[in-house]
């Protein structure tokens, strides 16, 4: 009886035995992850505020796939500092997994904390046009998001309206559509000079861009061999922005970007300066407008000024001190390559594929995407240079933007203190 006793003690130890090994061996094949079947949270930090809802109906897509991994999108953009904040969360140890950068002089600053992304299957698919502001000695460090173009958006019903018939492409040109835009009681800009990106990178970018070598240029500022000052181009872009203020809404440095959004998709202005990221906000008050692109013309050589900002937005790299790297990677593969994530960035989101791997459809981006794209197929195109200033000229430079717009400085005024911006920036 007692040996019977220790054998039935030996089978169930063993017993027990086998059964917890078996429980381990399925949770690892269920979670990819250890025993206790704990979720590995990747936080990603991005500015875009217009593609929020998409990217959380996103998260839940993928977590379907993934049940290991649990997404964290956080958001700080429109009127908010990104930099800033990232900057912030550096410092205060809670720094993300996946965050946004804008490539080139960005891309210098944090090069330290990025991972080199060269080997991820998407790279070889990335369009020319979107590799070069974040590739270091033919290594990669991020994923562009998409190209964003950017100029004047116009009402085509209202120009018609008004007796436009040939599209303005020199500044005496949209002047001239400007004053018949009045005539005809139409506001023809919505000015949303509230918002300092608008004006201190964007509004900005045709004056470095039409610099006949801008990379050159820049790298004269630094040196102190080119001048902001009695720059012609800078002098031309100083007039384009009082034409704008001149024939647009009232009281522009308090209007937002949704208000000015607002005005455009209303009817009540024909113009706007702001890129193909704004159809889905435009859309959702009235779908049915008939949209297009106007270049922002800054002098009387139409070929010159037939060109709009394009250029990569934002690029996702990925923190290399991150303890979810590889986790991080899939969700980035999986945003350009899954079936979910091709739908969303054309049809959600409204964006033009930084990858040749997403067929995007003219009817698919919208009025606006499509007539970005048309612009970059005819290679008539000023790159984004903003990502190639000092850390902080942007909100520095829309600061003495916006005094010049208040009545507080003229345009010598003005350009001295972006000078003195560039000036007391530079490395």
């Known amino acids: 009886m007692k040996n ?19 429980s381990s061996g399925g949770s690892e094949g269920e979670n990819g992850n250890a025993a206790s079947g704990e979720k590995k949270k990747v936080t990603v930090f991005q500015f875009k505020t217009e593609i929020v809802d998409g990217l959380n109906e996103l998260k839940v897509e993928f977590e379907k796939e993934y049940p290991d991994i649990q997404l964290d999108i956080q958001t700080v953009g429109g009127g908010a500092d990104y930099g800033a904040a990232l900057k ?10 996946i965050f946004s950068n804008g490539g080139d002089a960005e891309m210098e600053m944090w090069l330290d904390h990025l ?25 990669v460090y991020g994923m562009p998001m998409n190209l964003e173009g950017w100029g004047y958006i116009y009402n085509k019903d209202l120009f018609e309206q008004a007796g436009i018939t040939e599209l303005p492409k020199t500044y005496s040109e949209l002047e001239a559509a400007a ?66 203020l001149d024939y647009g809404n009232k009281n522009p440095l308090t209007t937002d970007y949704n208000t000015a959004i607002s005005l455009l998709a209303t009817e009540k202005a024909a113009m706007m300066q702001n890129g193909n990221w704004a159809q889905t906000e435009i859309d959702a008050i009235n779908p049915d407008l008939n949209l297009g692109y106007l270049p922002m013309a800054m002098g009387d050589n139409a070929e010159e000024n037939d060109k709009l900002n394009v250029g990569v937005p934002a690029n996702l790299v990925i923190n290399k001190n991150s303890d979810v790297k590889e986790e991080a990677k899939t969700f980035l593969n999986w945003l350009v390559t899954s079936d979910m994530g091709k739908e969303y960035i054309v049809q959600k989101f409204k964006f033009i594929p930084a ?30 240079q903003s990502a190639k200033f000092p850390d902080g000229a942007g909100q520095e430079f829309a600061g003495a933007i916006q005094a010049y717009l208040a009545g507080k400085s003229d345009t ?16």
């Open 115 to 139: 991972e080199d992304l060269s080997d991820q299957p998407w790279v070889d698919d990335l369009l020319e046009l979107t590799k070069e502001p974040m590739t270091k000695d033919g290594k």
């Open 4 to 22: 019977f006793r220790l054998t039935l003690a030996l089978l169930l130890v063993c017993s027990m035995f086998l059964s917890a090994c078996g």
């Open 88 to 97: 912030t969360k550096f410092a205060s140890n809670d720094a993300p997994d």
């Open 412 to 427: 010598n005024k003005m350009l001295e203190d972006m000078q003195a911006t560039w000036d007391n920036l530079k490395k």
């Open 355 to 384: 990858v040749t791997t997403i067929d995007a459809k003219p009817e698919d981006m919208g009025d606006l995407g499509a007539a970005v794209w048309e612009y970059v197929q005819a290679e008539k195109v000023l790159g984004r």
């Open 179 to 244: 004053k018949k835009l009045q005539e005809a009681g139409i506001t023809a800009f919505a000015n949303a000079y509230q918002e300092w990106w608008l004006l201190g990178t964007q509004g900005v970018n045709p004056a470095f861009a039409q610099q006949p070598d801008p990379n050159a240029f820049i790298q004269g500022l630094n040196e102190g061999t080119e001048k902001i000052t009695g720059n012609e181009k800078f002098e031309e872009w100083a007039r384009l922005l009082q034409l704008t």
